[in-house]
């Protein structure tokens, strides 16, 4: 897949973006993913591969998890859905190697990705603490001397519920 062009500025919530927009940013995500996935890598190589990505396109992903407003509309709810098949895929592979816990699933690779790439204030040393926060969730993914987690997984379903509940919200109050 090709990516569209990307918007310039992730969104806030003072702006009103199209789909286009969200696309544009899902785009750059899903040819990451298509690229890591011909390359051959899966599992927690795959994840860290992923999530070096986020961090490389960084203030180019203008996403809900990244506090933009959140689109459901058919296009956006796609996309996201494109990306966590590929994640999931990419674990599942891992678990199957024995290399990935059970636990772990692409809402929380989704999640790093959304945080890693949140700009922090703290000037140069920002890329070292992301850096970091990458190298420690793959280390925590892998199946090795695995401890519980302290909530079961989320689903994708409770996150596009969450996000369909957010916009109606918004649309309500006017925010």
Known sequence: MVAPPCCPVAPTTATTPDSSAFFSAHGLL???LDRIGE????GAPAVQAYLK????LGDQLGLPLRGAPPLTDPTSIDARGRINHALERFLA???????????????DVIA???MITHPLS???VSASIASRHVALFVHGLQATDARDLPAPPITREEVETALAANAVGRRAGGG
């Open 122 to 124: 703290h000037g140069r």
């Open 112 to 114: 790093c990705g959304a």
């Open 39 to 42: 390359s051959g890598r899966t």
């Open 53 to 56: 990505e986020c961090l490389r």
């Open 93 to 107: 592979d891992g678990r199957a190697q024995g290399a990935v816990r059970a636990d772990v699933n692409a809402t």
């Open 30 to 32: 899903i040819a990451a």
